[in-house]
């Protein structure tokens, strides 16, 4: 039988892929995550990989012997180090049209609970208090807001479609996107640093790639308007985290809502846990029962294409065809 490694994963089991590849002569087996000499010492007898949060860095990557694919259980694939995947010729694949609706309506209740103080309102009332717990110019209303949305692929627009429905003056800065494409969904395309500027808010909806890494720096919040409010659901990475805590600190920063964090999970007395002026999620805003359930349904599947030697969708470092498989293309 082929062997598929499952580098780690957070379900209960893994029968969702079992059921699907164990019929087609693939075993499934599963890595406790956290396990690195584990997961070393399998790598080398795998015929596929799936991958949650694992660091597959270049030393775990040429251990890969066998390995036809790689699959990101997810969009985001900065836990693999996609060159060295490149080098060895291996394809890496990623799940990109999954849980956009759960991402977008997280953003949502970030932005939501950032400008009506929603966690403080409700703390107040069950700790036997009645009235204001937060001065009224911390109560915002969108409408009177520019917002400011950084990248605008499949999450970011599904964002700024929401945000459309409050009336807010809406910015997108995204070097991919179409001036057509954004006036069409009711917003204004401009530079990031012209958001940054006249933004009263900015969430973050951009991957995390070597241009994006600290995009959100000492520098770009200095350049923010103060007391401005910033939301992430993205990756903790675009975000430098000593900048954004000076900036909550000193208050030039006023709010930040975050599903991300760098590192993840934070250190219990990480400093930032102290603030009053944030709220932090575990990383959850992807989280559904449809969305679960269709994510590792399409990582099983592009598994069984690559058993069968057909086409791989979602290639994202640019392996067509190594010789010793079947010929791939990106979709």
Same mark, same amino acid.
């Given at each position: 039988?082929?062997?598929?490694?499952?580098?780690?994963?957070?379900?209960?089991?893994?029968?969702?892929?079992?059921?699907?590849?164990?019929?087609?002569?693939?075993?499934?087996?599963?890595?406790?995550?956290?396990?690195?000499?584990?997961?070393?010492?399998?790598?080398?007898?795998?015929?596929?990989?799936?991958?949650?949060?694992?660091?597959?860095?270049?030393?775990?990557?040429?251990?890969?012997?066998?390995?036809?694919?790689?699959?990101?259980?997810?969009?985001?694939?900065?836990?693999?180090?996609?060159?060295?995947?490149?080098?060895?010729?291996?394809?890496?694949?990623?799940?990109?049209?999954?849980?956009?609706?759960?991402?977008?309506?997280?953003?949502?209740?970030?932005?939501?609970?950032?400008?009506?103080?929603?966690?403080?309102?409700?703390?107040?009332?069950?700790?036997?208090?009645?009235?204001?717990?937060?001065?009224?110019?911390?109560?915002?209303?969108?409408?009177?807001?520019?917002?400011?949305?950084?990248?605008?692929?499949?999450?970011?627009?599904?964002?700024?479609?929401?945000? &459309?429905?409050?009336?807010?003056?809406? *910015?997108? #800065? $995204?070097? !991919? +996107?179409?001036? @057509?494409?954004?006036? =069409?969904?009711?917003?204004?395309?401009?530079?990031?640093?012209?958001?940054?500027?006249?933004?009263?808010?900015?969430?973050?909806?951009?991957?995390?790639?070597?241009?994006?890494?600290?995009?959100?720096?000492?520098?770009?919040?200095?350049?923010?308007?103060?007391?401005?409010?910033?939301?992430?659901?993205?990756?903790?990475?675009?975000?430098?985290?000593?900048?954004?805590?000076?900036?909550?600190?000193?208050?030039?920063?006023?709010?930040?809502?975050?599903?991300?964090?760098?590192?993840?999970?934070?250190?219990?007395?990480?400093?930032?846990?102290?603030?009053?002026?944030?709220?932090?999620?575990?990383?959850?805003?992807?989280? &559904?029962?449809?969305?679960?359930?269709? *994510?590792? #349904? $399409?990582? !099983? +599947?592009?598994? @069984?294409?690559?058993? =069968?030697?057909?086409?791989?969708?979602?290639?994202?470092?640019?392996?067509?065809?190594?010789?010793?498989?079947?010929?791939?293309?990106?979709?």
């Amino acid at each position: 039988m082929s062997r598929l490694i499952v580098t780690d994963y957070t379900f209960p089991t893994l029968e969702v892929e079992q059921r699907r590849l164990t019929p087609l002569g693939i075993a499934v087996e599963g890595v406790k995550a956290g396990e690195r000499a584990e997961l070393l010492a399998k790598l080398p007898t795998a015929d596929f990989v799936l991958t949650q949060f694992a660091k597959l860095d270049a030393e775990a990557i040429d251990r890969m012997e066998k390995a036809r694919v790689i699959v990101r259980y997810g969009i985001g694939v900065d836990n693999v180090d996609l060159e060295a995947a490149k080098r060895r010729g291996i394809p890496v694949c990623n799940v990109p049209d999954y849980c956009i609706d759960e991402v977008a309506d997280h953003t949502l209740a970030l932005v939501l609970s950032a400008t009506r103080r929603v966690v403080e309102n409700a703390n107040f009332v069950s700790g036997g208090k009645w009235g204001l717990p937060v001065p009224v110019t911390d109560m915002r209303c969108l409408k009177s807001m520019t917002v400011g949305v950084v990248g605008f692929g499949r999450i970011g627009r599904e964002v700024a479609s929401r945000l &459309s429905n409050f009336k807010c003056r809406l *910015l997108v #800065s $995204d070097p !991919a +996107a179409k001036a @057509a494409d954004v006036e =069409e969904a009711g917003c204004e395309l401009t530079s990031l640093e012209n958001l940054l500027v006249n933004s009263d808010l900015v969430t973050l909806h951009c991957p995390a790639i070597p241009a994006t890494r600290h995009l959100i720096n000492f520098d770009t919040l200095d350049a923010m308007k103060p007391g401005a409010i910033l939301v992430n659901v993205a990756r903790g990475n675009i975000v430098d985290t000593s900048a954004m805590y000076e900036a909550l600190k000193s208050g030039k920063l006023g709010f930040a809502a975050l599903d991300v964090f760098d590192p993840e999970p934070p250190a219990p007395d990480h400093p930032a846990l102290a603030l009053k002026n944030v709220i932090l999620h575990s990383h959850i805003a992807s989280a &559904s029962d449809e969305a679960v359930l269709k *994510l590792r #349904s $399409d990582a !099983a +599947a592009i598994v @069984a294409l690559c058993n =069968e030697g057909q086409p791989l969708p979602n290639i994202v470092n640019g392996v067509t065809g190594p010789a010793r498989f079947a010929a791939m293309a990106v979709s």
